[in-house]
């Protein structure tokens, strides 16, 4: 199979075999390489957000369009690396939360499309969360409606085959 993106520990800490491994639902996605990303802006709190060129020049678009329908969309988060996808699950493991519970809502490191670099999520400053109420905002009503037009697809509807949660904030732009 390979060398794999998940580190030392990482698949005994979520008590998986590699048998358990092997059945995991998720395709595989590769990391983006440095050169490929471009910063897409930050967060809040100051962490940058990085993203494929292409990703960036389409998002750039489509948050243009929202504004001028009175929609402000914001990005929560996008590239992540392996090695962030891995400290991602180890912090919710330091901090005690059962791992088939993680395992719902993070995918293993090599297994996000946030990897790739064409994941982002997306929220607006009424609903900042990434909680399933999202579908809720007119933000959630504009993107289900207009993302389509710049490239952007929702990942993960509800009762999607990865075994993911519904994430209504989860979306990822597909290169031409
Ligand atoms: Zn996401």
Same mark, same amino acid.
Request: aromatic share 22%; net charge negative; glycine share 4%.
């Given at each position: 199979m390979g060398n794999t993106p998940i580190q030392d520990g990482l698949l005994q800490r979520l008590f998986l075999t590699p048998e358990a491994l092997a059945r995991y639902p998720a395709p595989k996605q590769d990391e983006a390489l440095p050169h490929q990303l471009i910063v897409l802006g930050e967060t809040k709190a100051g962490r940058v957000l990085q993203a494929t060129s292409d990703t960036v020049q389409h998002w750039t678009d489509m948050r243009r369009a929202a504004q001028q329908d009175g929609i402000q969309l914001e990005v929560r988060s996008a590239f992540r690396s392996y090695d962030y996808q891995h400290q991602l699950i180890a912090r919710k493991l330091d901090r005690g939360e059962p791992p088939n519970q993680i395992l719902q809502v993070v995918a293993l490191p090599g297994y996000s499309e946030h990897h790739t670099g064409y994941a982002l999520d997306i929220v607006t400053p009424d609903h900042p969360?990434?909680?399933?109420?999202?579908?809720?905002s007119a933000g959630f009503a504009w993107l289900s409606q207009s993302a389509h037009e710049f490239g952007f697809s929702l990942?993960? &509807?509800?009762?999607?085959?990865?075994?993911?949660?519904?994430? &209504?904030w989860h979306w990822c732009f597909k290169p031409a």
């Open positions: 969360e990434l909680t399933e109420d999202f579908e809720l990942s993960y &509807p509800r009762d999607n085959p990865w075994g993911f949660i519904y994430e &209504p």
